[in-house]
């Protein structure tokens, strides 16, 4: 009856809460350029004024990057920590937005109004959709259900620098019985998702360097050594015909689907074709015999972010660069050690560069996999809420992407979390014309309600 309430109060309150959500919109708080530091701050600002209006304690707190968010609020039930990240990726290439991306707007597309801005789906929409249902239960009931610390990073578009030693500074403060992390997506628009599998992440920049300044391809190419052609012929070697990553020890910790996930995923009906479909592709390009869902859940990966050296503006230049360099990430699962993996890269990349030149490798972090505690009985609870808002019936899945922090609260916290998103494939995250649907939103919304009342 009361959570009936809850979800009416939800309703009618959703163009309130969408202004909410635009107003933090409005502020570019893009993590990784120090532009905008400031405006990182004015976020972080901005969440800590409005958790108080809930009638939380809350506060910024300096890091030597970004604040980090902390709020309490409520003081009854189970204590709950929620995540969610403030800050945003950057906008380049900014002429292939169609508006402003810090200018967000409500859209009519062929598929429902979506709201259209940076961070609308990752995460600053996310996050917003918990904050909302706690402010509609407050309403009703006059408290919250349970006791809860919000934590609302701004740095975990950049790596998340400050969070290690700040979760062991302020472990106390940040003790939890489950943390809730709103940072994932729906199995597809109709099916909501608990994401119980995370990748981790590995990122090694190389830069190779050759002669002491760029010369003519001409008078020096055939004698000289150019680092593009050592560059590529090392990135080339890292897969094998078949997809493999040749590093050594790479597979080290990598398990086999057990059959009953198998089974639970070949259940969910993957589209592989419409899904690589929707971005102009066809065929799954991973490790032969794997399936696409496989390679994005289960199977780790050797990519390659960004290459650059030599001249690459308009028209031809005869040059043999002096430097060369690539950004590769590797996104790691089962017991994979990113650490290892990092040596051996290094080392196979080194026994692989010519006497006449140098190699240099920048650390870009480096963070395990980690799989969720689905017999923690709130995971079922969190199935059935999300099953009865959505129309169909909520799948436990895994995920391409990772979110470090969810081992890290495990490791240094000593808490479990439970990862629930509603953003779609289609959402742009990281790309031009980032969008989050208002059923995003506004559902998002009435599942964490439901999902506390299953809870407490
Ligand atoms: N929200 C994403 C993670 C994500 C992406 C989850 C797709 C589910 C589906 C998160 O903000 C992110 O982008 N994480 C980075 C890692 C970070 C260490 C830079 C990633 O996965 O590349
Ligand atoms: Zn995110």
């Not at 690459?312 to 590797?330: H, I, N, R, W």
Request: glycine residues 10%.
């Amino acid at each position: 009856m009361s959570l009936d309430a809850v979800l009416s109060r939800i309703d009618d309150d959703l163009p309130n809460a969408l202004e909410r959500l635009m107003e933090l919109l409005r502020i570019p708080s893009i993590s990784t350029d120090p532009a905008y530091h400031a405006d990182c701050q004015k976020a972080a600002d901005w969440l800590v004024a409005d958790l108080k209006t809930l009638g939380a304690e809350a506060a910024a707190h300096a890091t030597p990057g970004k604040p980090m968010v902390v709020g309490h609020a409520g003081d009854t039930g189970p204590q709950l920590m929620f995540y969610g990240h403030y800050d945003v990726q950057p906008v380049d290439p900014l002429d292939l937005w169609h508006r402003d991306p810090f200018d967000p707007a409500l859209e009519e597309t062929d598929q429902g109004k979506v709201i259209r801005a940076r961070g609308s789906a990752d995460d600053k929409g996310q996050l917003m959709t918990f904050v909302e249902a706690c402010r509609a239960w407050k309403a009703v009931y006059g408290t919250l259900p349970a006791r809860l610390t919000f934590f609302f990073e701004g740095e975990e578009e950049s790596g998340s620098p400050s969070l290690i030693p700040f979760l062991k500074d302020h472990a106390e403060r940040l003790k939890a019985d489950l943390c809730l992390i709103c940072d994932t997506g729906l199995f597809d628009p109709e099916t909501p998702a608990i994401t119980t599998m995370l990748r981790g992440l590995l990122g090694e920049e190389i830069i190779i360097t050759g002669s002491s300044r760029d010369l003519h391809s001409g008078a020096y190419g055939g004698a000289a050594a150019n680092p593009i052609r050592v560059l590529t012929r090392i990135l080339a070697g890292l897969h094998d015909e078949t997809g493999r990553v040749t590093i050594p020890g790479f597979y080290d910790g990598v398990p086999e689907l057990p059959e009953t996930l198998r089974a639970q995923w070949d259940g969910l009906g993957f589209d592989a074709d419409g899904f690589l479909g929707d971005v102009g592709l066809k065929h799954p390009a991973g490790e032969a015999g794997r399936t696409a869902l496989e390679m994005l859940w289960s199977r780790p990966t050797c990519e390659f972010n960004g290459i650059s050296g030599g001249y690459a503006g308009d028209g031809f230049k005869t040059v043999l660069p002096s430097k060369a360099s690539a950004k590769v990430s590797c996104r790691l699962v089962g017991t994979q050690d990113p650490l290892a993996i990092r040596a051996a890269f290094r080392e196979m990349v080194r026994a692989q560069v010519p006497a006449d030149c140098t190699v240099e490798f920048l650390d870009h972090g480096a963070s395990p996999a980690s799989v969720m505690p689905t017999e923690n009985p709130a995971f079922e609870q969190a199935r059935q809420a999300l099953s009865a808002e959505w129309p169909k019936p909520a799948a436990f899945i895994g995920s391409g992407g990772s979110i470090p922090i969810a081992g890290y609260f495990q490791s240094i916290l000593g808490v479990d979390s439970m990862l629930i998103g509603f953003g779609r494939d289609d959402d742009q995250i990281h790309s031009p014309n980032e969008k989050y649907n208002l059923e995003s939103f506004h559902r998002g919304i009435r599942s964490w309600a439901r999902i506390l009342d299953a809870m407490t």
